[in-house]
């Protein structure tokens, strides 16, 4: 079986984190995948403390194990998300959206593993220097908000220069994915767009029937003029959302008004015209709906065959 220093550092059987996706990375879902001996991850998304609170709690009457929590930097409840997680010793908590460092300064002495969703060199060494068990490098390819560099070429540059294990996202979706991100350096992996069509998740099933009827060329990414690319799957909202930033009489403020609850529509209500089904490249490789444990079972099992059957391929 495939074991690295992450699950050591974390407690895990297996070196996959499960992405914090707002809407769709609740208690359920979390418990799942730590039960099946991932690292399930609650999203604190753009919701005050108190919501965090009770999807801790509800998360430990159903697992025993180690799981984390994602917090949004660029949420306004930031500071209250930071304050609950230190009350409810959570165990690990992964970021997004801005820099954790002022939040790190109390987490890390209170012994939470912090792992940082990065999207550059830069950032990687600074949340490093400010005692990241590890981070997570995340390219591009991956859904919600995305940066610039490609997996395949962040992950390396992350590894040669941070000194802690390397998680590799983005464009993740089997056991190929994983053994590509272990060839590239990465010492695990975060999957998020697979875990949308887990038993388990529950997100809306007209969300779940879109990424299982995804093609390779289906997802685009709007919000560049915005500063907060985001890449989603095709559909009316996102063309009309993309024709919104090309027009230079619609104001920012316009288009942001245009965009608010989006993601809720689509996740929680199962609107495919008006909701933002945000999703990464890889959604074509997700072929059915499965068990959190099948899935990590067979991702792993997957790229087991393929490391050791690796040198067949060299001659």
Not at 3 to 14: F, L
Not at 277 to 289: C, D, S
Request: with cysteine; charged share 20%; glycine share 10%.
């Amino acid at each position: 079986m495939i074991h690295t220093d992450v699950c050591d550092r974390i407690g895990i059987e297996y070196p996959i984190f499960q992405g914090g996706m707002a809407w769709v990375s609740e208690h359920v879902l979390a418990a799942a995948v730590s039960n099946a001996g991932g690292l399930g991850i609650i999203s604190a998304m753009n919701a005050p403390g108190e919501y965090l609170r009770k999807e801790i709690r509800a998360c430990r009457e159903m697992t025993d194990r180690p799981f984390g929590v994602n917090v949004m930097l660029m949420s306004p409840h930031a500071p209250e998300v930071a304050k609950v997680i230190l009350e409810e010793k959570v165990p690990v908590v992964t970021t997004g959206a801005g820099l954790p460092g002022v939040y790190m300064k109390e987490w890390v002495p209170a012994g939470i593993k912090v792992v940082p969703v990065v999207p550059s060199v830069a950032i990687a060494k600074r949340v490093a220097r400010e005692g990241a068990t590890a981070v997570i490098a995340e390219g591009c390819e991956s859904g919600g908000h995305v940066g610039e560099l490609t997996t395949m070429a962040l992950v390396p540059q992350v590894v040669d220069a941070v000194d802690v294990p390397v998680l590799a996202a983005g464009g993740i979706a089997d056991g190929r994915g994983i053994a590509a991100s272990f060839m590239l350096g990465a010492r695990g992996v975060q999957v998020g767009t697979r875990f949308l069509c887990a038993t388990e998740c529950q997100v809306h099933p007209n969300y779940k029937k879109k990424i299982l009827a995804a093609r390779d060329i289906d997802t685009v990414v709007t919000g560049k003029r915005l500063g907060h690319p985001v890449r989603c799957l095709k559909n009316p909202f996102a063309r009309s959302f993309g024709q919104m930033e090309y027009d230079s009489t619609i104001t920012n403020e316009e288009i942001e008004a245009f965009g608010a609850g989006s993601l809720r529509k689509a996740a929680v209500e199962g609107d495919m015209e008006n909701g933002s089904i945000m999703a990464g490249q890889i959604a074509a490789l997700v072929k059915e709906e499965q068990p959190a444990a099948q899935i990590i079972r067979e991702m792993f099992a997957q790229a087991e065959t393929l490391l050791a059957e690796a040198a067949k391929w060299v001659r």
